[in-house]
């Protein structure tokens, strides 16, 4: 669980992950079982939003800061290969930007904590699937221990990224480069198969 502290000394480094300056974020479909769906109120911070994630899947994942890229999710059990991991719901439509998600050729979402908060590796070790929420379930694509961060690679559910060219994820076969699905497609094909949105297929 993340001290208090911690979210307010991070708290304008959030902004810049969540796209959104406004401290109000209404949940879509959101229920203590962290796969089900039920409708929740509006946050009215985003500290209730992190703690509310941080409760729904506690013993799962763990939304924790990170030294770099301001907030991370980290495996608080280990999973194994095909697991489900996370799933991720639709907040709202928006338009196109550095912090949405698409989901078909004209349509972006927000999508819900915690899984917002999912940063990109060329190395992933979650991959994707549409789900019936408007967004994403997250799985193992191989086995993922206690402690680690869990990581998607964004070119697979982004058709082209504008935002950021130069990719900083770090990983030892990082492609350099992060220009989405348009770009490195068969690449991404080859090895993530079907973990990739079912629009780009």
């Known amino acids: 669980m993340i001290s208090r502290a911690k979210v307010h000394a991070l708290f304008r480094r959030s902004i ?33 939003e992190i703690d509310e994630a941080s409760k729904r899947y506690e013993n799962l994942i763990s939304i924790e800061p990170t030294s770099d890229r301001g907030w991370g999710l980290v495996a608080s059990q280990t999973f194994s290969e095909g697991d489900k991991v996370l ?14 998600v698409q989901k078909d050729w004209d349509h972006h979402v927000r999508i819900d904590l915690p899984a917002r908060f999912i940063n990109h590796s060329c190395d992933a070790n979650v991959g994707i699937q549409d789900n019936d929420f408007g967004a994403y379930d997250f799985f193992a694509l191989r086995t993922i221990p206690e402690g680690e961060e869990l990581a998607f690679c964004y070119e697979t559910s982004e ?34 198969g079907k973990y990739i949105a079912s629009y780009l297929k």
């Open 159 to 192: 058709n082209t990224i504008s935002a950021f060219e130069e990719c900083m994820c770090g990983a030892k076969n990082c492609r350099g480069s992060v220009g989405g699905f348009k770009k490195h497609g068969d690449e991404l094909t080859e090895r993530y």
């Open 87 to 100: 799933t991720a719901k639709a907040v709202e439509s928006v338009p196109r930007d550095s912090h949405s």
């Open 16 to 48: 810049s992950l969540t796209g959104s300056t406004s401290s109000r974020t209404t949940a879509a479909t959101i229920q203590t079982n962290p796969f089900s769906s039920f409708h929740l109120p509006s946050f009215n911070s985003i500290e209730e």
